[in-house]
């Protein structure tokens, strides 16, 4: 066969194909009656009888309907006169079998299809207790895949795909940025800070002024942006003088309503002895544990459970390694990139040094007939931004 018979084969298929889909394509008929409180098997009995088209109804139809159809497709007039009674429709070869949708009846299965679903963003215990009630007989779900599978008619399957696509939906997202530094005590007031008037005000959600709000636990209030700002400012200059410290300024995005930490600490390992002659060595860990939990409330506010945890060393490890702890939860409200400050937490920093003639206290043996050593205690406030931010 030469490319020219090819070529006009081709050309000729072309044109015969769509004339030929259409012609082979069932045109359902069209349903024209006015039922008044009608048997619903009456009412079938006269739409086939109309059409011509075999309709079988199962021994659980029952009921009456009142309803005008004009040139109605047949498909759309068996949905209009069976949805009364809550009844399915199913065409089977040339002919259409109605029935209860209902696990229970013996020709269940011939109105129902069974189809999966793979769950993206939510587990499927979540998804099924979302679920209307409706679905509950027709759902089945397996955790381990977390995939569900449903069956039941197309009608309601279609339904439970639409509802399916508005729960299965990813949560929100909430940058978090957390700032820890530490000042030395009296500084507070350098920085500002107690000039700040306090509201004690524990029924308001937020300010609408972005005025400072003293909230529910002492020592934590709520700051204004540019207050901010200015505040982390000075916080960095009077690093230079060794006044404060920022220890960390990391930021994490975590999802609504999931929790967020962050531990900022050192370790010591000391030598325990028991009774006898033996001992043990045992690490001991000492630092900043902030636990933050963001709950959208709305595209503004964001509530937030924040719970930090403050470990400091106190002692040596040859008089007797204690550990001071600092505990602090409470709830909190906020604006969308409003920043909340908890403060209010002293410890104790301990720092040896060494003061002597210069060079001779450098060397060995001689630096101790010529210098004393030195140990100061500083203490320090411990001050946590917290910036939530949507996105």
Do not use: C
């Not at 013996?106 to 793979?118: D, G, H, N, Q, R």
């Not at 930490?261 to 045992?282: D, H, K, P």
Request: net charge negative.
């Amino acid at each position: 066969m030469n490319k020219k018979i090819l070529v006009s084969i081709m050309t000729v298929f072309v044109l015969i194909f769509p004339a030929f889909a259409f012609s082979t394509e069932l045109e359902q008929p069209l349903v024209s009656n006015y039922f008044y409180d009608t048997y619903i098997l009456d009412a079938l009995s006269d739409i086939s009888a109309q059409t011509g088209v075999t309709i079988i109804a199962d021994s659980t139809v029952a009921g009456f309907v009142t309803i005008e159809l004009t040139d109605v497709p047949l498909e759309k007039a068996l949905q209009l006169v069976l949805m009364t009674g809550g009844y399915s429709y199913v065409k089977i070869d040339d002919f259409y079998f109605v029935g209860a949708p209902d696990p229970k009846s013996p020709s269940f299965y011939l109105i129902a299809k069974t189809e999966s679903f793979k769950i993206q963003y939510l587990s499927v215990a979540s998804i099924k207790e979302l679920l209307p009630a409706i679905y509950e007989q027709y759902v089945k779900i397996n955790g381990t895949s977390n995939m569900l599978t449903i069956t039941a008619p197309e009608n309601i399957i279609e339904r439970f795909r639409e509802d399916l696509k508005k729960i299965d939906i990813p949560s929100k997202s909430v940058k978090i940025q957390i700032v820890v530094t530490e000042v030395s005590e009296g500084v507070m007031k350098e920085l500002g800070l107690e000039s700040i008037e306090y509201e004690f005000d524990a029924s308001e959600s937020f300010n609408e002024n972005w005025i400072t709000v003293l909230k529910l636990a002492l020592g934590t209030f709520d700051l204004e942006t540019d207050f901010f700002g200015a505040l982390l400012a000075k916080i960095k200059l009077l690093e230079d003088d060794h006044k404060a410290e920022i220890t960390a300024d990391p930021w994490i995005v975590v999802n609504d309503r999931m929790p967020a930490s962050l531990y900022i600490g050192e370790r010591q390992v000391v030598v325990l002895e028991a009774a006898g002659a033996t001992s043990r060595i045992e690490s001991i860990d000492a630092g900043i544990s902030l636990e933050v939990t963001p709950k959208i409330l709305n595209s503004e506010e964001i509530e937030l459970t924040i719970s930090p945890k403050i470990s400091s060393f106190s002692g040596d490890r040859l008089n007797g390694l204690l550990v001071r702890r600092n505990e602090l939860s409470t709830t909190i409200y906020a604006r969308d990139g409003q920043t909340i400050m908890i403060s209010g937490i002293t410890f104790e920093k301990k720092s040896e040094g060494f003061r002597g003639l210069p060079f001779i206290s450098k060397i060995p043996l001689l630096r101790y007939l010529f210098g004393v050593g030195t140990e100061d205690d500083n203490k320090r406030e411990l001050m946590i931004f917290v910036t939530p931010e949507i996105l």
